[in-house]
């Protein structure tokens, strides 16, 4: 699958179940750095590049692909636009996956330090 298509939508026009396409849409380290900042609050793009270290079409395209299956969206303040997750269950999902790698033995932390396991 090419890199820059928009993750669920162009995924699920190609045949792929809406529910590999979701996983896919978490499968890319990016996306989920991106996903772990938006759930302190929403960021502006120029937030994520500077917080994350990436550069602006990069932040841009992930972005796109989060929208595409409607986990992120955004809202305008002037010339700004505001980016924030769309749904809380996401975080459930995160955390039954640390549950998931923990007991394979692969220990990690998708979701910010601050939330209870």
Known sequence: MAMDRLCVSADIAAGVSPA????????????LRI??????GEARVVDLTTELGLAQS????????LR????????TEGRQSFYALTRP???DLLASAEHLLAAT???VTLRPA???R
Do not use: I, N, P
Request: proline content about 0%; aromatic content about 4%.
């Open 105 to 107: 033995g692969h220990d």
């Open 58 to 65: 990069t932040v841009s395209k992930h972005l796109a692909c």
């Open 20 to 31: 590999a396409a979701l996983f896919h849409s978490l499968g890319d380290e990016t996306r």
């Open 89 to 91: 269950e996401l975080m």
């Open 68 to 75: 595409g299956c409607g986990l992120v969206d955004y809202r």
């Open 114 to 116: 601050g939330e209870m």
């Open 35 to 40: 996903v772990q900042r938006l759930s302190r």
